[in-house]
């Protein structure tokens, strides 16, 4: 209880926090990648920083393969997110998003043979087989989602992630899908209005315990450990992205207010939020927010870099302003 109590009220503090940021974009579009790639780095999914930003701005797939995952990854984060507007948290959803992250028309698993083996290949865990029978307990799933028998939520959610994981209902991508539902049960539950939460540094920070706390449910019907360390990693990384929120909004008015005298024919306020929406800007990306044509646009851009607000960075064809002092705080 005493856990579930600080756990919510740091969790508290970043949703109120979160919402002060005049442009969600910059949360959802920046933070939000971080997620996406711890959480594929727990599977062994790896990109690098540079390589998944500048990709994200370059937007035309020219990447590797384990970067346009994690890009994925962050796709279904958002079509979830969007998607509670409308409809709850179902098997229909699941599959959904776990379509996004693998770009495949899969479905509720109905192959045999499953087994989860650790890093000396011993199966640790055999997950329940047959489509009816998985689907049966996604359903059972479902209700204890949407129950409402007065649990704690951030309690619910640390259930509900063990039990989706231990259905394994995918021949794939079951891990990030199940941590994706974390970020959609709290919003669900009203406990964060974006889905702006780094769960997934905590578990990779923690990656044995994590896997630990999951057997030891199964093998020993051992609650308590793995509640504990759900609550702890709320704690953690709510305390941590709120403090991260922080320096960038400081950072923002820092930036704001020196262009603001230093580059008075330029500045706007929707101008700050664009290069502060992705540390990769581009001239596109002032002329899709309708702040210039291409030419201006430019000018806009060389003039911050003239300040040292921007670094230009020319790759292939394409000129990049790069928020140096963002990016470093997006991947600190």
């Known amino acids: 209880m005493k856990e579930a109590i600080e756990a919510n009220r740091v969790l508290a503090n970043l949703r109120g926090l979160a919402a002060q940021i005049p442009n969600q974009g910059v949360l959802i579009n920046s933070i939000v990648l971080q997620e996406a790639r711890l959480s594929s780095e727990i599977e062994n999914i790896v990109t690098t920083n540079d390589e998944l930003y500048r990709a994200d701005a370059h937007g035309d797939g020219q990447t590797d393969a384990h970067t346009k995952e994690v890009l994925r990854y962050r796709e279904a984060l958002k079509f979830g997110f969007e998607a509670l507007k409308d409809r709850p948290l179902t098997t229909n959803l699941f599959v959904d998003m776990v379509r996004i992250i693998k770009q495949q028309d899969i479905g509720v698993r109905r192959t045999t043979g499953t087994a989860l083996k650790d890093a000396a290949g011993e199966v640790v865990y055999t997950p329940p087989v047959g489509e009816a029978l998985l689907r049966d307990k996604l359903g059972n799933l479902e209700q204890f989602i949407h129950a409402n028998d007065g649990l704690d939520p951030l309690v619910k959610m640390a259930v509900m ?116 929406r992705h540390p990769y800007t581009k001239i596109q990306f002032l002329v899709d927010a309708g702040l210039a044509k291409r030419q201006t646009a430019s000018t806009y851009l060389q003039t911050l870099a003239s300040l040292g607000v921007l670094s230009p960075r020319k790759m292939g064809r394409e000129m990049y302003y790069i928020n140096e002092a963002l990016f470093a705080e997006l991947v600190r």
């Open 161 to 276: 992630h063990y039990q989706f994981e231990a259905i394994h209902p995918f021949d794939d991508g079951n891990g990030r899908t199940g941590r994706i539902l974390n970020l959609l049960f709290l919003v669900q539950a009203g406990l964060l209005d974006i889905p702006v939460l780094f769960l997934s540094r905590y578990i990779m920070a923690n990656k044995p315990d994590y896997y630990a706390g999951l057997r030891g449910v199964t093998e020993q019907q051992a609650w308590e450990p793995w509640l504990l360390y759900m609550l702890r990693g709320v704690t953690s990384t709510a305390q941590q992205t709120f403090d991260q929120v922080t320096r960038i909004r400081t950072l923002m008015e820092e930036v704001r207010a020196r262009v603001q005298r230093e580059a008075p024919g330029i500045y706007s306020k929707d101008l700050i939020e664009v290069i502060f």
